[in-house]
Structures are given as C-alpha cells and as structure tokens.
C-alpha cells in the first residue's frame, strides 16, 4: 500500500532531523581554521555526506533489526567523521602554541647583542 504524499514528505524530513544534532559545518570551519589539508577536509566531508545518506535510506527502508543497526553504524560514522576533524584541529592548534611559546621563550634567554649584561674580558696595558 503507497504513503500518501503527506507521510512520505513527513518521512523524510524526520531523517534530516538527527543531522543537526552533528556539527559537521562548525568541525570543517574550524578545520580550515587550523589549516588541516584540503584532502583531509574533503575526505571527511564526502565521508559525512555518504553517511547521512545511508542513514537516510536505512531509516526510510528499515524492515529488520540488522538494518536498525547498519543505521545506528551509520549515523555514528557522521559523527566520529565530524568529530575526527574537530580533535585534529585542536591538537594542530596546540602544537602550533607550543611552537610559538617555544620560539618565545628561546628569544629571551639568548642575549640581545647590543645588551650591556654581557660579559667583557678586561685585558691590561
């Protein structure tokens, strides 16, 4: 027996509903951000993509508890897809600070050559 019009448009706008429970759009802003490589960013993006996609026929097409499942498997390949990206961010951006605390503190510990805090050898005449 066919949907009518009405359920099917209802349908399918309860599979795009956990879609906005993931942060796919803030995870590639921040990866770009942090300067992850473009392949990176558009491997996990088509990565996404294709998981909400499954998700989305198997929500729509679920007829056994083993599909229940591939969507479960689905919807959280999304989510670590996304959050994959929001970890690597944030460590490339840590390692980042740490290089540029590195690089300021070994500024300060080696003497300015015009410094008068060094040491001069006194030679007599």
């Known amino acids: 027996m066919p949907l009518p019009s009405y359920v099917l448009v209802v349908v399918v706008e309860l599979t795009a509903a956990p879609g906005e429970l993931i942060v796919p759009r803030p995870a590639q802003i921040v990866g ?6 473009a392949k990176t960013l558009n491997i996990v993006s088509g990565l ?3 998981s ?7 929500y ?4 056994t508890e083993a599909m229940a499942w591939a969507r ?3 919807f959280f390949t999304g989510l670590g897809a996304s959050l994959y990206v929001l970890f ?5 951006v840590r390692e980042r600070r740490l290089a540029c605390r590195r690089i300021r ?6 003497p ?3 410094s008068t805090s060094q040491v001069f050898k006194l030679t007599a005449y």
């Open 72 to 74: 479960s498997g689905a």
């Open 105 to 110: 503190s070994a500024r300060r510990l080696t």
């Open 88 to 92: 690597s961010s944030a460590s490339k």
């Open 48 to 50: 996404f993509l294709g």
């Open 52 to 58: 909400r996609l499954a998700y989305s026929a198997f």
């Open 112 to 114: 300015h050559p015009s």
């Open 60 to 63: 729509f097409y679920q007829e």
């Open 32 to 37: 770009n951000f942090a300067r992850l490589p």
